[in-house]
């Protein structure tokens, strides 16, 4: 036995000499699955209760960011770096407008006298279009953009018309606010002729009741107002919530009333809601006769701008359908009807977007441009003033 298990033993040896005689590939070979097994023990090994939070984090990475997420912030940051570059760029555009309009003045006097003439002064309406902006948890990020965009199509809209309207913006804040007051460096707050106010439309429409009640500010009896006798005016007086679903249709405006206008941009998602918010609060509803005079080669959803757009034609002719067909855009294929009583067809003041993904900086050089003309506006009434 002792013969017979030498030679084993010496195999053994033999066998663990030729191991250590091996290049480091094979040891490294035979070492291998070792040391994955303990690397995998390690790795599937409970971690201490300390670190259970460290854990949940580790296993809870942020998603990686999406294709159109990466190229908005990339557009965004572009926007940032060239800020004050667009300043400058507006601020040369500007000046070299009021020396073209200083030299036209030097050259050709009697033209410039002319157009003085032309020029007229706005006057302002006792009546009150009041934009209820109270959807701001309904809106994307676009859709806001789209919304800015229209709040701010209506005060150049207002502001320019020989007919104004008092102006109001109601449940302004949330995200819409932030917008404002961020990137667009809160310039809303130099807007003349519009309020902003933080309260609801039901609060609004009864402060609107004082302004138009003012004896200076609050307007005169002018244009299709003129029918009206002062003694009945505030008798007639009403609040109505313009709305799709509205069983009534509205026929004309009248003096010291508010028109609530909702500023929803929705793609249409949210509907009836102008119309429900309407109810809660006991208020009227009503819808523009767009189906009585109009015959449309699309859908009657306008754009909260355009509806405001087309009462203020209304208060310019007092012709429905002339405004809507002004207003209205071509795209829509909108036709005069032959006489009116036809459909009665609905279009409201939800506002969808209407593909008006306004740009931030069409929107700021908007303002840049009317701040000037209104200033113009005003060295023109100085100089006819001299001039006389």
Not at 164 to 185: I, Y
Not at 193 to 213: I, P, Q, T, Y
Request: net charge negative; glycine share 6%; aromatic share 6%.
């Amino acid at each position: 036995m002792e013969s017979d298990e030498r030679p084993a033993k010496i195999r053994k040896l033999s066998s663990h000499h030729e191991r250590d005689t091996l290049p480091a590939q094979s040891t490294t070979s035979v070492d291998t699955p070792t040391d994955t097994l303990i690397q995998d023990a390690a790795e599937n090994a409970p971690l201490p209760p300390t670190t259970a939070s460290t854990t949940t984090e580790t296993e809870a990475p942020n998603p990686p960011l999406s294709k159109s997420m990466q190229k908005k912030l990339r557009k965004q940051a572009e926007w940032d770096a060239k800020k004050e570059d667009r300043k400058i760029w507006r601020k040369e555009k500007n000046q070299a407008k009021k020396e073209r309009k200083r030299e036209e003045k030097r050259t050709n006097p009697e033209a410039w006298k002319e157009k003085q003439k032309q020029w007229v002064k706005p006057t302002m309406l006792p009546i009150t279009l009041l934009i209820d902006c109270d959807f701001d948890n309904l809106m994307r990020d676009n859709e806001r953009i789209s919304l800015g965009g229209q709040l701010t199509r209506c005060y150049s809209d207002n502001k320019n018309a020989p007919f104004r309207a008092h102006l109001a913006v109601c449940s302004f804040n949330g995200k819409l606010r932030e917008r404002f007051d961020g990137v667009l460096n809160k310039s809303y707050q130099n807007w003349k002729g519009v309020r902003f106010l933080d309260e609801d439309f039901v609060v609004a429409s009864e402060k609107a009741k004082e302004w138009m009640a003012d004896d200076k500010r609050g307007g005169k009896l002018a244009g299709v107002f003129e029918k009206y006798a002062p003694a009945t005016l505030h008798a007639q007086a009403e609040t109505i919530y313009l709305s799709a679903d509205s069983d009534y249709t509205l026929t004309e405006l009248k003096p010291f009333s508010t028109y609530i206008i909702g500023g929803l941009v929705d793609k249409n998602r949210e509907k009836g809601i102008c119309a429900a918010r309407a109810a809660a609060a006991g208020v009227k509803t009503a819808r523009l006769p767009i189906g009585d005079y109009l015959a449309m080669a699309s859908r009657k959803v306008l754009t909260t701008n355009h509806v405001h757009e087309i009462m203020l034609k209304w208060l310019e002719c007092g012709d429905w359908g002339e405004a809507f067909m002004k207003v209205i855009p071509k795209r829509k294929g909108g036709q005069l009807k032959g006489y009116a009583g036809e459909g009665g067809e609905d279009v409201d003041g939800e506002g969808d977007a209407d593909e008006e993904n306004d740009h931030v900086e069409e929107i700021e050089e908007r303002e840049e441009e009317e701040a000037e003309e209104e200033n113009e506006a005003v060295e023109q009434t100085a100089g006819a003033e001299k001039i006389e």
